[in-house]
Nanobody
Framework: QVQLVESGGGLVQPGGSLRLSCAASGIIFNINTMNWYRQAPGKQRELVAGITRYGRTNYRDSVKGRFTISNAKNAVYLQMNSLKPEDTAVYYC?????????WGQGTQVTVSS
């Protein structure tokens, strides 16, 4: 069974930084795009950033220039700088692994003074 496990969330002051990590485990034949989503209370889940297996990236406009997505074998990372209170949300790792859409359990990011 394939699993995605996130880590790296926490409480940070506005302007601070956090680095999220997500590792895929299990029997993995193929991973295409790996993504980070987030969901704030009372809001829909939204795509934050994605990266293809070839390293092509995309970002939502509100995080461009502040967040950087990167990947390694069966892993994806999200470096978040200049964090704002509106970045507060549960962040989820997502990937299509062996043609199956997989999700992590989520990690809480809270930006507050």
């Amino acid at each position: 069974q394939v699993q995605l496990v996130e880590s790296g969330g926490g409480l940070v002051q506005p302007g601070g930084s956090l680095r999220l990590s997500c590792a895929a485990s299990g029997i993995i034949f193929n991973i295409n795009t790996m993504n980070w989503y987030r969901q704030a209370p009372g809001k829909q889940r939204e795509l934050v950033a994605g990266i293809t297996r070839y390293g092509r990236t995309n970002y939502r406009d509100s995080v461009k220039g502040r967040f950087t997505i990167s990947n390694a074998k069966n892993a994806v990372y999200l470096q978040m700088n200049s964090l704002k209170p509106e970045d507060t949300a549960v962040y989820y790792c997502n990937a299509k692994i062996n043609t199956v859409d997989s999700w992590g359990q989520g990690t809480q990011v809270t930006v507050s003074s």
